[in-house]
């Protein structure tokens, strides 16, 4: 049971540092791709006309993560379900001294389903979208850890505050049409609107949260929460009015026209903006910036909503006490789990709630030392409620009109500089071929499988994002073999 439990911990764990932060990518902003609308709508790529096909035109797979690296999962040279933070040698100091009051794990998905872009006249830009997306956000407060990790006797005597304890995910289908115009040879002006319609949701948010720990180790927890669902489940409840079951629709799924009337439900509406623009100073530079994702999705449908309001003691046991053999880990998580569930008091709501999307402003310069080759710097903030992310990319970027384009770029994201990011593209005929990636692990590790094979590990990928597909493009954009500005 142990090894099974320890098999699934690392399964999420690995899907926490590689899994599917934004759908934002440093490396695709200078490419001369149709898709760099999505970071900045003021952009047009040097072709006529774009179709990008359902689902092989983008897909982009993306994760950050300020908390976890393989390093801190996987112990070198061990078999491969031997857990790094649970094992006596795990230096808790060097973990604990890595976090930050803002502790984040933001896995999220994009897919392209299609994708159509034209240029009706030569100062106008037109195109449209639709995408499905998947969006979750996780954060932790580093009192958390600090309770897990350290000793009792340092921990006695304080109070703890997990009220930023947070987690959501949800789906939605995004549908936008925008514009980028030229409204002089310097200035370019773009601006896409959005429909967005929601498919699920589900969230956990805090009023409360805080544990005090006495002198004899004893902890008293406080703790006031919220979970809105929309998603075809309800939840059932016994006779003491605790959740006892989940019961999902299935029925809903058995047929195509089903999955499709899920998927493509207008209940849960919302909409969204962005826009941007691009100023050339001079033939050779140019600024811009962008503001995407500014909207939110009102969620109405299949609504479960539900408040817990707790107050119970532990004996205090943490994972010090699974370094010195006298607890199991298993134990002390069931044994949580266990006071938690038989002293919360909750109440069923199930009122509509509304989700804000996380908007993002970005800012570029771009120099052209020659024709076809460009030097840029791009920097891009990620607002989460009152809180934001910031990463800073240094680019070399080749264009050879649409025929051929590269991008190699650095990184400083998440409080590393180490993320080498490359993008490539090239168009044989009609189809255009591209394939990215912002994050290139430089240091590696080998764990152990069952077999003893030794297999490489990244020793640090807390920003993992992957990006291809696949267009259709006709034209180019040419005055007298020259791209006209862009």
């Not at 240091?443 to 490489?456: D, H, L, S």
């Amino acid at each position: 049971m142990y090894r099974k439990f320890k098999l699934l911990l690392i399964l999420i764990l690995t899907a926490f540092c590689i899994s599917a932060k934004s759908q934002n990518s440093q490396v695709l902003y200078y490419m001369n791709l149709p898709q760099a609308h999505l970071l900045n709508p003021a952009i047009r790529p040097s072709n006529k006309v774009y179709i990008g096909l359902p689902v092989i035109s983008g897909v982009n797979l993306n994760i950050n993560n300020n908390i976890l690296n393989f390093k801190d999962i996987f112990i070198e040279g061990q078999p491969i379900d031997s857990i790094a933070f649970i094992s006596e040698k795990f230096d808790a100091d060097r973990f604990l001294s890595e976090k930050s009051d803002y502790n984040f794990l933001k896995p999220e998905a994009l897919v392209q389903v299609f994708g159509l872009g034209f240029s009706p006249r030569k100062d106008l830009y037109v195109f449209a979208d639709y995408n499905m997306r998947m969006e979750s956000s996780f954060l932790f407060p580093k009192d958390l850890f600090r309770m897990a990790f350290y000793e009792h006797e340092s921990l006695a005597g304080n109070s703890y505050d997990l009220s930023t304890l947070k987690a959501g995910i949800m789906a939605y289908n995004e549908i936008g049409l925008g514009v980028s115009k030229n409204f002089t040879d310097e200035l370019h002006i773009g601006f896409k609107a959005k429909m967005l319609l929601g498919i699920y949701s589900a969230r956990i948010t805090t009023n409360e949260f805080e544990a005090s720990i006495e002198n004899d180790y004893s902890q008293t927890w406080n703790a006031d929460l919220r979970m809105d669902i929309s998603a075809p489940v309800k939840i059932e409840w016994d006779e003491e009015n605790n959740p006892s079951d989940l019961i999902v629709y299935d029925a809903r799924f058995e047929s195509v026209k089903g999955v499709v009337k899920e998927v493509l439900n207008t209940r849960n509406i919302g909409f969204g903006v962005d826009f941007g623009a691009v100023y050339n100073i001079s033939d050779r530079l140019s600024v811009s910036a962008a503001v995407t994702d500014l909207g939110f999705i009102n969620w109405k449908k299949d609504i479960s909503s539900v408040t817990g309001v707790s107050q119970f003691e532990f004996t205090g046991e943490n994972i010090q006490d699974v370094y010195e053999g006298s607890a199991d880990f298993n134990d002390i998580v069931a044994a949580y789990v266990d006071s938690l569930k038989s002293s919360i008091v909750f109440t069923e709501t199930n009122q509509p709630f509304s989700t804000k999307l996380s908007y993002g402003i970005s800012a570029g310069v771009n120099y052209n030392l020659t024709k076809s080759f460009s030097l840029g710097m791009l920097s891009y903030n990620r607002f989460l409620d009152s809180r934001y992310q910031q990463a800073l990319t240094l680019s070399a970027n080749l264009n050879l009109r649409n025929l051929f384009s590269a991008s190699l770029a650095y990184t400083t994201a998440n409080y590393r500089r180490d993320n080498l990011g490359f993008g490539i593209a090239f168009k044989p005929g009609w189809f255009q071929i591209y394939a990215m990636a912002d994050r290139i692990p430089l240091a590696w590790k080998k764990v152990q499988t069952e077999e003893g094979r030794n297999i490489p590990i990244p020793e640090f990928w807390n920003t993992a994002h992957l990006r291809l597909g696949m267009n259709l493009c006709f034209g180019n954009r040419t005055i007298s073999g020259k791209l006209d500005k862009k």
